[in-house]
């Protein structure tokens, strides 16, 4: 089955630095790979997705890269602010099933 | 509008207890997922729907473990005789449309059981 691994497990950023946060993954089938960002005591919240047809999208000051061929995928923020903080959740999508990343904790300092 | 709502949001029950937990999806959404969170983990996959059917229970630990979606809307999870292994967040999502190509997950707030 897939397997995806994410790193690193934490971030400590000051504010307006940028902040990256990388996957990888087994199954080369797979084609939805989104980005959710969980705060405590919340369930995660979709922060931007990318289909296997694109290579890079770019919302804001946020951008996901995705390169099949090495089946890794990247989040990068820009810029990061105080209200970043929180634990980012990578995933991949084959046939309506999610497969999660363990999370990465993103802590911005101002 | 609103989004994936979750009852309740908190339970405590006794060990060898039965619960039940409520996933009420975006209005019109066809297919609902059950995901389970342990502490300082990803979620993982328990089950699908699509409307009523349920097309998928791989993720299902073990045979205590039962949803239900009779209407095609509202969905529950319950656990029977519980454990303390079933300490966790239970998270519901639903998305629009099924298929290959896999939609967007949209994920309630989780009810986060804890088993004494």
């Known amino acids: 089955g897939e397997n995806v691994e994410q790193h690193p497990s934490t971030l400590s950023v000051q504010e307006g630095d940028s902040a990256v946060i990388k996957c990888t993954y087994s199954d080369s089938a797979s084609n939805y790979f989104p980005w959710y960002k969980q705060e405590l005591g919340k369930g995660p919240q979709l922060i931007i997705d990318?289909?296997?047809?694109?290579g890079e999208k770019k919302d804001q000051r946020i951008a996901v890269t995705l390169n099949k061929t090495a089946k890794h995928f990247s989040l990068h923020i820009t810029e990061t602010q105080p209200e970043d903080s929180a634990v980012y959740f990578c995933?991949?999508?084959?046939?309506?099933?999610?497969?999660f990343g363990a999370g990465t904790r993103l802590a911005v300092h101002p | 509008g609103a989004g994936v709502s979750q009852s309740p949001r908190y339970k405590v029950a006794k060990r060898g207890q039965d619960v039940a937990l409520r996933c009420d999806p975006i209005?019109?959404?066809?297919?609902l997922f059950w995901y389970q969170q342990a502490l300082g983990q990803g979620p993982e996959f328990l089950t699908y729907f699509q409307n009523e059917a349920q097309l998928d229970k791989s993720g299902l630990p073990s045979d205590r473990f039962f949803a239900e979606r009779p209407e095609g809307s509202v969905s529950t999870l319950k656990i029977q005789r519980t454990q303390q292994e079933d300490s966790a967040v239970y998270l519901c999502?639903?998305?629009?449309?099924?298929?290959?190509?896999?939609?967007?997950?949209?994920f309630g707030p989780g009810t986060r059981l804890t088993v004494l």
């Open positions: 990318i289909r296997s047809n694109v």
């Open positions: 209005s019109g959404h066809v297919s």
């Open positions: 999502a639903s998305s629009l449309v099924s298929g290959w190509d896999t939609d967007t997950q949209y």
């Open positions: 995933a991949v999508g084959g046939y309506n099933k999610l497969i």
